[in-house]
């Protein structure tokens, strides 16, 4: 089983940065990916982007570009970085860790980006 913990969400003006992370409860060297999702109000959870096992990351469409997801094994931790935020990236964002044995999701962090 996979505790995960995310933080690093809050308010920031549009155009702005955020970093999220998300600690896990055990070595991420036998999780097989970490992916950050978010939902908005009203809105279905939506894959944002994810991490491998050996660092290959993929990205939504919506934040190619503006968007730097990162491990480190050694914190036992995933990370998003979120650059030129806009009002539409309001949500809160969870991370899903993918094991052997199942997923597990964190509770989640509430980024609100202002025009």
């Known amino acids: 089983q996979v505790q995960l913990v995310e933080s690093g969400g809050g308010l920031v003006q549009a155009g702005g940065s955020l970093t999220l992370s998300c600690a896990a409860s055990r070595s991420t060297f036998s999780i097989n990916a970490i992916g950050w999702y978010r939902q908005a109000p009203g809105r279905t959870r939506e894959l944002v982007a994810t991490?491998?096992?050996?660092?290959?990351?993929y990205y939504a469409d919506s934040v190619k570009g503006r968007s730097t997801i990162s491990r480190d094994n050694a914190k036992n931790t995933v990370y998003l970085q979120m650059n030129s935020l806009k009002p539409e990236d309001t949500a809160v964002y969870y991370c899903k860790a993918t094991t052997n044995l199942g997923d597990y999701w964190g509770q989640g962090t509430q980024v609100t980006v202002s025009s």
């Open positions: 991490i491998s096992s050996g660092h290959i990351a």
